[in-house]
């Protein structure tokens, strides 16, 4: 009965991979959100849906890609991976720009 | 959104009450405050926003000065599961989503 749950947990791969991570929640939200924690731990805004429509891109490289589905889905794609794109992922989402929900996190490292 | 400021880290000993000031002196009068806490390895959780009204919940207090310059975030009796960082930011109703600072990182201790 997890709020906003993304998947996997946790992610290990190499260099130059393309892997996705996948979001969905069940509180009935229409604006969903990618963001990015580093090392120094700024969490910072990457991407946002409200109703499948993109309406927030920061500035991000284009080996970035979000795909919304439907309104409960929001996932994550990226291609060829790099070293600094190693970082903790949290998915969230909210009622219009209400209060965020945000899921536990996906750990990439990249090698 | 205006900037806010936070000190680096706080101690509160578990059952005090725990004080988290936050400065946003170039607040605009649109712009509510919000908190926000990160447990370790866990995602942000909401704790509580407002705008000129201090405010309450079951997590915390929410006090705001009358000139919208500083607010404080008071959890009345910390315990141990307290221990997070905590993140205050301005934010209009019509603005979507933020970037979280540093905020400050609240050790709660036996």
Redesign the interface.
Known sequence: DTAVSQTPKYLVTQMGNDKSIKCEQNLGHDTMYWYKQDSKKFLKIMFSYNNKELIINETVPNRFSPKSPDKAHLNLHINSLELGDSAVYFCASSLSNEKLFFGSGTQLSVL | DAKTTQPTSMDCAEGRAANLPCNHSTISGNEYV?W?R?IH??????II?GLKNNETNEMASLIITEDRKSSTLILPHATLRDTA?Y?CIA?T??????????GTSLLVTP
């Open positions: 919000y926000y990160q390895s866990q995602g942000p959780q909401y926003h960082v993140y934010l109703n019509s603005g979507y989503a933020l970037n979280f600072g540093k």
